[in-house]
């Protein structure tokens, strides 16, 4: 592939930041695609972080149970020593040419300024209590219905997208619609490759389980676990562990209401996925890979809504986000002012705001 020049008198700087180990993963898969096509190119990744209140609240530790928290940060940084990549914690070491996010729940004030793509990290939270309370009362943070209010802030230059019926779902709640590009996202555009694996079990019925109890959703893993043993119909059951639950409580609660099962807390999901021949979670990520496999699946949601949901399995996702960020790149003056332009989510202080800095931004020019 043909390297390309930016016009420019120094390298691109390109920030990156990462969430989950899921998101951290897209993020050094599409950072890779990126140092293939520039030839003058700074990257730097950082943990997920918030300004403000919510830093204080981190700081405190009372954020420890999402990605800001101190485990998950840890867990980043760990990734990028491990592959020696860049760490730039908060971003500090900015200003940056562009900035690629898993979220826009929250937007940072330090990178406001800067051209940002937004990723898709996987599947989105159902609409539930919490995002109708957050539209219905817009000045409360979007960070409150969690991945519902996904891509909702309007405060990026492109999202990038897993399916074109993704992206008439993110319209459909207010996303600004030019700004969505659908590209399939790295983790889940190729589920095929996980069938040639090294995993040494085959044939189970498979339950990923998850942290809501962690992040103060009630679930009633008893009931759960019970479903589980139904539904496995005498095939062995294997256990895959959320990385964020309490897995001291989650084995005692397996050895108790399903003894005999396999327990998993660091192997490969994905892979675990592909040899199973039946599939139980309460609504994760993980669906897309067992349904783009054709597993008998079970969750909380609509089977025949997510098959539709698919994100598209072109193999080269990670590849055309790296073409959207050179798009970018290549128009940097345009990219910074859509960041102010208006999506019909964003909150009515938001609007003043972005209102204020197009005009302070067409009075200097």
């Given at each position: 592939m043909r390297r390309v020049e930016i016009a420019t008198h120094r390298n691109q700087r390109i920030l990156f930041i990462c969430g989950s180990m899921n998101q951290t993963a897209q993020m050094h898969k599409i950072s890779i695609a990126l140092e293939g096509m520039l030839t003058d190119v700074e990257i730097a990744f950082t943990p997920y972080y918030a300004t403000g209140l919510l830093e204080m609240l981190r700081k405190w530790g009372l954020l420890d149970f999402t990605i800001l928290g101190a485990l998950s940060s840890n867990r980043v940084m760990e990734y990028c020593r491990a592959n020696g990549l860049i760490l730039d914690d908060h971003g500090r070491q900015g200003p940056y040419d562009l900035v690629l996010t898993c979220a826009d729940l929250i937007m940072p004030h330090n990178i406001r300024h800067s051209p940002i793509i937004l990723v898709q990290e996987g599947m989105t939270d159902p609409e539930g209590w919490a995002y109708h309370l957050v539209r219905w009362m817009p000045l409360l943070p979007r960070w409150i219905a969690s991945t519902a209010m996904m891509g909702l802030s309007g405060r990026y230059t492109r999202f990038c997208v897993a399916s074109e019926a993704y992206k008439e779902?993110?319209?459909?709640?207010?996303?600004?619609?030019?700004?969505?590009?659908?590209?399939?996202?790295?983790?889940?555009?190729?589920?095929?490759?996980?069938?040639?694996?090294?995993?040494?079990?085959?044939?189970?019925?498979?339950?990923?389980?998850?942290d809501l109890r962690e992040t103060f959703i009630p679930?009633?893993?008893?009931?759960?676990?019970?479903?589980?043993?139904?539904?496995?119909?005498?095939?062995?059951?294997?256990?895959?562990?959320?990385?964020?639950?309490?897995?001291?409580?989650?084995?005692?609660?397996?050895?108790?209401?399903?003894?005999?099962?396999?327990?998993?807390?660091?192997?490969?999901t994905d892979d675990m996925i592909a040899n199973c021949s039946g599939f139980l979670t309460h609504y994760s990520s993980t669906v897309f890979v067992a349904l783009a496999l054709g597993k008998e699946v079970h969750c909380d949601l609509n089977i025949e809504?997510?098959?539709?949901?698919?994100?598209?399995?072109?193999?080269?996702?990670?590849q055309n986000i790296a073409n959207v960020c050179l798009d970018v790149l290549r128009n940097q003056e345009d990219g910074v002012a859509s960041t102010l332009t208006y999506s019909s989510a964003r909150h009515p202080v938001e609007w003043a705001r972005a209102y204020y800095r197009a005009r302070v931004r067409a009075v200097s020019e």
């Amino acid at each position: 592939m043909r390297r390309v020049e930016i016009a420019t008198h120094r390298n691109q700087r390109i920030l990156f930041i990462c969430g989950s180990m899921n998101q951290t993963a897209q993020m050094h898969k599409i950072s890779i695609a990126l140092e293939g096509m520039l030839t003058d190119v700074e990257i730097a990744f950082t943990p997920y972080y918030a300004t403000g209140l919510l830093e204080m609240l981190r700081k405190w530790g009372l954020l420890d149970f999402t990605i800001l928290g101190a485990l998950s940060s840890n867990r980043v940084m760990e990734y990028c020593r491990a592959n020696g990549l860049i760490l730039d914690d908060h971003g500090r070491q900015g200003p940056y040419d562009l900035v690629l996010t898993c979220a826009d729940l929250i937007m940072p004030h330090n990178i406001r300024h800067s051209p940002i793509i937004l990723v898709q990290e996987g599947m989105t939270d159902p609409e539930g209590w919490a995002y109708h309370l957050v539209r219905w009362m817009p000045l409360l943070p979007r960070w409150i219905a969690s991945t519902a209010m996904m891509g909702l802030s309007g405060r990026y230059t492109r999202f990038c997208v897993a399916s074109e019926a993704y992206k008439e779902l993110f319209i459909r709640k207010g996303a600004p619609a030019r700004k969505l590009m659908v590209t399939g996202i790295p983790n889940f555009d190729d589920c095929a490759k996980h069938l040639y694996n090294e995993f040494m079990y085959r044939d189970y019925f498979l339950v990923c389980t998850s942290d809501l109890r962690e992040t103060f959703i009630p679930e009633n893993r008893k009931k759960f676990i019970h479903r589980a043993v139904e539904l496995a119909a005498g095939r062995p059951i294997l256990f895959k562990l959320h990385p964020n639950e309490n897995w001291p409580r989650a084995k005692r609660e397996i050895e108790r209401y399903a003894p005999g099962s396999k327990v998993f807390t660091s192997e490969n999901t994905d892979d675990m996925i592909a040899n199973c021949s039946g599939f139980l979670t309460h609504y994760s990520s993980t669906v897309f890979v067992a349904l783009a496999l054709g597993k008998e699946v079970h969750c909380d949601l609509n089977i025949e809504d997510l098959k539709a949901l698919l994100p598209v399995q072109n193999r080269s996702a990670a590849q055309n986000i790296a073409n959207v960020c050179l798009d970018v790149l290549r128009n940097q003056e345009d990219g910074v002012a859509s960041t102010l332009t208006y999506s019909s989510a964003r909150h009515p202080v938001e609007w003043a705001r972005a209102y204020y800095r197009a005009r302070v931004r067409a009075v200097s020019e």
